[in-house]
Nanobody, 122 residues
Framework: QVQLVESGVGLVQPGGSLKLSCAVSGDTFTKYTMGWFRQAPGKEREFAATITGSGGRTYYGDSVKGRFTISRDNAKNTVYLQMNSLKPEDTAVYYC???????????????WGQGTQVTVSS
């Protein structure tokens, strides 16, 4: 069974930075495209970023493009989300997810983490 565990809970001031991590176990990490999603209270889940198994391709949602960077360390079975220039509207629960498809749609992710809270507030 594939397990995903996020870390990096944080309260950050507007304009600040935070790095989330997601450790994956239970299968060969490089088989999976990894994604980050977020969900704010009362809103639908939103795609943030994705990275292919080799790390060769990355894609971002419009609301985070230019501020967030997704990366992975295949030796450590971990995917990261570096978040810079944070805004109050980035406040959400952030989830990592894994898919066996190369470029999955949001609904095609097979495994999900439990989520970690990010709050951007002064």
């Amino acid at each position: 069974q594939v397990q995903l565990v996020e870390s990096g809970v944080g309260l950050v001031q507007p304009g600040g930075s935070l790095k989330l991590s997601c450790a994956v176990s239970g299968d060969t990490f490089t088989k999976y495209t990894m994604g980050w999603f977020r969900q704010a209270p009362g809103k639908e889940r939103e795609f943030a970023a994705t990275i292919t198994g080799s790390g060769g391709r990355t894609y971002y949602g419009d609301s985070v493009k230019g501020r967030f960077t997704i990366s992975r360390d295949n030796a450590k079975n971990t995917v990261y989300l570096q978040m810079n220039s944070l805004k109050p509207e980035d406040t959400a629960v952030y989830y990592c997810a894994a898919s066996k498809l190369l470029l999955p749609r949001s609904e095609n992710y097979d495994y999900w983490g439990q989520g970690t809270q990010v709050t951007v507030s002064s």
